[in-house]
């Protein structure tokens, strides 16, 4: 279907579709880009995505699961903008503390990955590891370089294994898995 469009009109639409949504307004951009034969909001949006990303997220199915109430799974324009308004709304909350998911695209790529995560029960980092790798990092800005690509570690500031931290290691409890509470976990049941 999309084949059967003119270059010319396929260029045109996405132009005047991608001003709509850098001006501010998603809702015409998304039904813009729309108009071609062939192309629903989904697909719109993962468009609109591509050259949008600090301001349009894709409805990817799996990002989509992972949004609380949304209800039934719906391709159609009112849908995505729910759930568009809920991912942009994350993305601002996380860019006001100074978070590194901070555009409703990296939002709905981390929503997507917690997902994978889940369906192919993969594990994730522990608090204590992420903080672990936090301190290290704060540590290694905080020691001046002396030009040595390599360095002893000085014993008084290298963090002791201690036997909780080995068992964060060996422990798969300690995974930050979370149940769903969206309509993947009850469509499952």
Known sequence: MVAEHADTVVRRTSQEAFKLVHQGDLKAGITKMSELKGVGPATASAIMCA????????????????????GKIAYNLAYYLKFAAKVIDKAAQLKQVGGDVNTPHKVELALWA????????????????????????????????????????????????????????????????KARSTRSSSAKK
């Not at 349009?56 to 990002?63: G, H, K, L, N």
């Open 51 to 70: 050259g949008a990303p600090d301001k349009v997220p894709f409805m990817a199915d799996e990002s989509v699961d992972s949004v609380p109430g949304l």
């Open 114 to 177: 917690d997902m994978m995560a889940d369906k192919f029960d993969l594990p994730r980092p522990s608090v204590d590891k992420q903080a672990q790798k936090q301190n290290k990092m704060e540590q290694s800005a905080a020691t001046p370089s002396s030009g040595n690509k390599r360095k002893a570690t000085d014993a008084s500031t290298a963090p002791s294994k201690t036997k909780e931290t080995e068992k964060v290691k060996d422990d798969d409890s300690t995974t930050n898995k």
